[in-house]
């Protein structure tokens, strides 16, 4: 039912687009990029390298129908090709696989070195009158307030591996939100997924002594109760944040250990304009995987996905050599897996519109059953936005 029901919302959603004529042209806003990204894996250098490429056109679609209804589309157009999709089974299948309650990832063709993908990632109404606002269809719900890990995003994880995908997952859902004050936030919020199971909590944001926090509460996929706080603020010139959520199965409630992710951080920008941020988590029960790829997996994880260490630190610095090119480097531990990550990048803006970014990963611990791996992945990205 609820399936159907989100399939009209987005059918009837695309129909004030072809009532708009000539004369109202700047009530629409459209805008977007094109990319490509080529890719290498490899364990060392001199052994059997993986090539693959990735162009990715990305339109945004936004129109205002009258002061308080606004209508948004965004849709991602990746063409695939290269060693993954030839040597991975499955590859363009994982691809096209939408977590949504509705269908709207699409493979349009398809060889044997390459498939093109088109997906809808954002497609919602939104009416916003006075103090209220209410958003419906597949958007993003950030409650997230600390910059790496985010256990209080319980409607759309993401990873920080994926890089390229800078507007983050969505979710088939219905928010509401009300603004007592001009510092306070009512929400609540309920999405479905292609299972049908349902999330759905209540968060109530508000600002006391200077710090931005949060409470929510609500339900996990049908089966598990969540309670979760958040906050942001500063200490002087360093900014302080902090999530933490819990998560305890309604079966068994009463002595079924549920799982904690706690997670705090802290970010300072310098003189110079560079960047020192740092962050820990810990999880008494962390989720648990075989494969390092699953890392690059956004789309697919679960908020629960987010630890898979006990105990997780990231640190990065960033530092802009000149004002049009910067670099950055960060690392990350896993005492559990003793193993670690570390990732160098550097971005060159070439032109108002034109970027070019170049990235380095590199992993290394004992990932589940396969045992002690080690993956370097390095990235050439140019961009051009309109």
Known sequence: MMRRFFAIVSIVSLLPLSS?????????EVNGYTSTLTSAIFEKLKGPIIIDNLIHNRLNFKSYLG?????????????????????????AENIASDQGLVDMSWNIAKGNSLFINTTLDRLWLDFNSGRFQSRIGRQRINWGQTLIWNPNDIFNAYSYFDFDYVERPGSDAIRLQYYPGSSSTIELAIKSDYNEEVTAAALYRFNKWAYDIQL????????????????????GSVSFRGEGTWFQPFKSFSDTIGTGLFTIGADKFFGDNSALQVQVMICNNPYEFNNVTNLYSAENMSVKDLAFS???????????????????????????LTGFFTGISADYSVAENVDISALWQHFDG?????????MNVAFLRIRFSY
Do not use: C, H
């Open 20 to 28: 708009y004529s000539q004369d109202e042209q700047g009530k629409i």
């Open 67 to 91: 002061s308080k209804i606004t209508f948004s589309a965004e849709a991602r157009n990746r063409l695939f090709f290269g060693d993954m999709v030839r040597l991975s089974t499955g590859y």
């Open 366 to 374: 004992v990932f589940g059953s396969t045992g002690r791996g080690r």
């Open 216 to 235: 929510l509460s609500g339900v996990l996929q049908n089966d598990e109760l969540v309670a979760g706080v958040g906050w942001s603020g500063a200490f």
């Open 310 to 336: 006990k105990f997780s630190a990231f640190a990065s610095y960033t530092y802009p050599v000149i004002p049009l090119f910067s670099t950055s480097v960060s690392g990350m531990w896993f005492p559990d």
